[in-house]
T-cell receptor
Framework: DAGVIQSPRHEVTEMGQEVTLRCKPI?????LFWYRQTMMRGLELLIY????????DSGMPEDRFSAKMPNASFSTLKIQPSEPRDSAVYFC?????????????FGSGTQLSVL | AQKITQTQPGMFVQEKEAVTLDCTYD???????LFWYKQPSSGEMIFLIY??????QNATEGRYSLNFQKARKSANLVISASQLGDSAMYFC??????FGPGTRLSVLP
């Protein structure tokens, strides 16, 4: 049974470029989460979706960040334009219904480096 | 804002010994739950154990158990018989998807 799949695993880009991170949640899971992990700020919840609808995007840093979930099996996190301070590991996670008390299943993460 | 506190940035433990990692949750909600996740050096996040505030008994999963103190709103993770493979970052998280800063555990041979 496939877990949460993220692509790419690594992304190196130059400041000002657009970056798109992709995530495929576990089949049958109705909730999807995007996290950012840095040494300074730890794991930050950026946004989460339930049944493809954004529920809480209060963690999205600024307008340069946007996330979409066009269907139950795919989500993107886009940064445009990217900046060096966006360098981090971005995790996607899914859960069955996003209810309190449900564990999260994480993907392997995307290591983003913005030069 | 509800906050997860992990007061130990780093911990050392001798192989085969037990170790306790601390976690407290700042919330006014009497119904809450706390999770623990492990992040090895390879980077993936692995669910370990969960307990809700109304659960009657402390949760256990193999060598992992929780010392849950409802009044203190704490759920300390106890790892028994530590193994070298337990060396990792350990994160406590709320059921509102907020993570603590983590504790780096190093198991010494």
């Amino acid at each position: 049974d496939a877990g949460v799949i993220q692509s790419p695993r690594h992304e190196v880009t130059e400041m000002g470029q657009e970056v798109t991170l992709r995530c495929k949640p576990i089949s049958g899971h109705n909730s999807l989460f995007w996290y950012r992990q840095t040494m300074m700020r730890g794991l930050e919840l950026l946004i989460y979706f339930n049944n493809n609808v954004p529920i809480d995007d209060s963690g999205m840093p600024e307008d340069r960040f946007s996330a979409k979930m066009p269907n139950a099996s795919f989500s993107t996190l886009k940064i445009q334009p990217s900046e060096p301070r966006d360098s981090a590991v971005y995790f996607c996670a899914s859960s069955i219904q996003g209810q309190r008390g449900e564990k999260l299943f994480f993907g392997s993460g995307t290591q983003l480096s913005v030069l | 804002a509800q906050k997860i506190t992990q007061t130990q940035p780093g911990m050392f433990v001798q192989e085969k010994e037990a170790v306790t990692l601390d976690c407290t949750y700042d919330t006014s909600d009497p119904s809450y739950g706390l999770f623990w996740y492990k992040q090895p050096s390879s980077g993936e996040m692995i669910f370990l154990i969960y307990q809700g505030s109304y659960d009657q008994q402390n949760a256990t999963e193999g060598r992992y158990s929780l010392n849950f103190q409802k009044a203190r709103k704490s759920a300390n993770l106890v790892i028994s018989a530590s193994q070298l493979g337990d060396s990792a970052m350990y994160f406590c998280a709320s059921q509102n998807f907020v993570f603590g800063p983590g504790t780096r555990l190093s198991v010494l041979p």
